[in-house]
């Protein structure tokens, strides 16, 4: 047991040395994690003796749960709302699509039986979430037309697609045929799914609001709890589990928590071991001894979904949405295949169902040609069709705008005697760019305006230009849109609440927020979300 520890710690040290060298080399880092756990099986250097199936299910499975809810929680609502029809469309149409003309390709021109060839499509048909965030946040891949949005909510919500074509073709190989029972497995699949994901997402948000968990850490841990809920609840009904992880992730991720920046911190490095766990034991799980065999035929079927089956999906159900040609040709070779497609294989071979052909080794050939051709070559394809954007930024989430925006909070005590002391903020000039955002007395915070007196002993919080963040100040973003009641209408008169908007960004210029400012259509509001402003400060402060 220790040996195998070590060489497991081992293992992890070597993904990570990896995947700062697959970085310069430009080959996606989740190739590396394949390689390494070849490297460590059967057939590789270290020759760990490994072909149990149903453990690898199950802790693939475990993985997949985290990479599936990390994928909805890191995709920013309000940047995928304009291409969400389009996402949708190609994570249901678009996965049966390219699931049925695959299926047609392998029956026609490889002659393999008909519902073995329609299982190969569906094992295959899906955009993997976990190869597609990997290239997009690794490579910095910034895309026009909210190109990587449209990829992002399409691969996070494809595979449970995929995973629901994969059941049902196993289940009429069975022979579980009927009209009647197929269509209550996909009724079963979709609807539970969805209410399941929303209704524990809502559960969540109802526990961590009302009860603050006071250790540091405890609220990830929660959150941990509640992905494993989101999947194993409706896979006990007979839902699909991987479509409630996502919904709950999106739900949460787009909701305002508090400590999100920690929230982030934790899952970024979780998924990141769960990626570096799932590929490496798929890995492991190989025998490249035996990929020549079904190199041929594999070979065919993935030269055929990356530049027929995928592109014709893509064509079909983007230009109906006037889809540039550009985009058309980034969405299609961006229809990377990856670990949740090996694992839908692993399904079907421990599946009762008869089958001619390793469909295993199958799709693990086709994932590694589709990452390593695909992944490598995408930012050229992007450049090529002129779709790469300097403006945005992929790695901008929801999640942490503490971090994102160019805010730095300043906290001081005002003492007996300070000039500021029993005057009211609107008589008192504060410092150039900056804000008053919050007033701390006693126990109590309090949401500063024009008339509120400051008193010795008082500790105020202002913000400015920098970078930073401090306890109790929660922010979440709004972006102005054409037709929005703020837009063109100075900030005196709008009405917020008990809300602040402490800066607004024009394009490239961060405007420090004043009443004479009037807003436009574009610009992206940071608010202070006060909504727990009489919870106890706990946090130690400055005098000055």
């Known amino acids: 047991m220790d040996f195998y520890l070590l060489l497991g710690a081992i293992a992890i040290v070597l993904c990570v040395v990896f995947n700062k060298i697959s970085h310069k080399l430009g080959v996606p880092v989740l190739l590396a994690f394949i390689f390494i756990g070849m ?55 678009g996965t049966v699509i390219t699931a049925g003309l695959v299926g047609v390709f392998c029956h026609f021109v490889l002659r393999i039986e008909l519902l073995e060839s329609l299982l ?15 290239v997009l946040r690794s490579r910095h891949l910034n895309l026009k037309d909210n190109t990587a949005s449209l990829l992002e909510v399409e691969s996070g919500s494809n595979d449970p697609f995929a995973y629901m074509l994969t059941v049902t073709v196993l289940s009429v190989m069975n022979g579980n045929d009927a009209p009647g029972g197929i269509s209550w497995l996909l009724f079963s699949q979709v609807v539970f799914g969805a209410v399941c994901g929303v209704l524990i997402a809502w559960l969540a948000l109802k526990f961590l609001r009302r009860f603050h968990c ?26 699909n589990g991987y479509l409630s992880a996502y919904i709950t992730g999106i739900v949460l991720g787009n909701s305002r928590l508090r400590g999100k920046t920690a929230l982030v911190n934790f899952f970024d490095g979780m998924t990141g071991l769960m990626q570096m766990l799932l590929f490496f034991l798929l890995g492991l799980l190989a025998f490249p001894s035996q ?55 692993i399904v ?57 925006n160019p805010v730095r909070f ?17 008589s ?23 008339k509120l007196k400051l008193l010795p002993g008082d500790k105020i919080i202002l913000s400015g230009k920098a970078i930073g963040h401090i306890d109790g100040i929660n922010l979440y973003e709004k972006v102005l849109t054409h037709g929005d009641a703020w837009v063109d209408m100075p900030i005196s008169r709008i009405r917020t609440g008990s809300d602040l908007i402490i800066m607004i960004k024009r394009g490239d210029k961060v405007i420090i927020p004043r009443g004479s400012v009037k807003l436009r259509d574009g610009d992206t509001l940071v608010i202070n979300d006060a909504s727990h402003v009489n919870e106890a400060w706990e946090s130690s402060d400055a005098e000055i």
């Open 410 to 426: 300043i906290r001081f005590k005002i003492r007996e005697g300070h000039p500021w002391a029993n005057a009211e903020i609107r």
């Open 39 to 93: 490297l460590f099986g059967s057939d590789g250097l270290f020759r760990i003796p490994f072909d149990n199936y149903s453990f690898a299910e199950d802790i693939c499975i475990f993985a997949l749960i985290f990479v599936m809810f990390y994928g909805g929680f890191g995709t920013k609502w309000s940047v995928a709302k304009p291409v969400a029809a389009k996402a949708i469309c190609m994570s249901t149409l």
């Open 214 to 239: 006071f250790s540091a850490g405890f609220d990830g841990i929660f959150l941990v709890a509640t992905a494993i809920a989101a999947y194993a609840l409706p896979q006990l009904i007979g839902g």
């Open 291 to 345: 990929l020549p065999a079904i190199a041929p035929k594999a070979l065919c079927i993935a030269l055929f979904i990356t530049l027929v089956a995928r592109p014709i999906a893509s064509a079909l159900i983007l230009f109906p949405f006037r889809a540039r040609l550009g985009q058309i040709a980034v969405v299609s070779w961006a229809g990377l295949r990856g670990a949740a497609s090996i694992v839908f294989a």
């Open 120 to 134: 190969i499509g569906s094992v295959i048909s899906s955009t993997d979430a976990a190869s597609v965030f990997s």
């Open 428 to 450: 008192i000039t504060l410092p150039p760019d900056t804000l008053l955002v919050l007033v701390i007395r006693g126990k109590r915070k309090i949401i500063p305006n024009g």
């Open 348 to 404: 079907a071979v421990l599946d009762p169902a008869v089958m001619s052909h390793d469909i295993f080794h199958l799709v693990f050939f086709i994932v590694l040609f589709s990452i390593l051709v695909q992944g490598t070559l995408l930012p050229q394809v992007a450049s090529l069709f002129k779709m790469t954007d300097s403006s945005s930024d992929v790695m901008k989430t929801f999640t942490d705008y503490t971090a994102d």
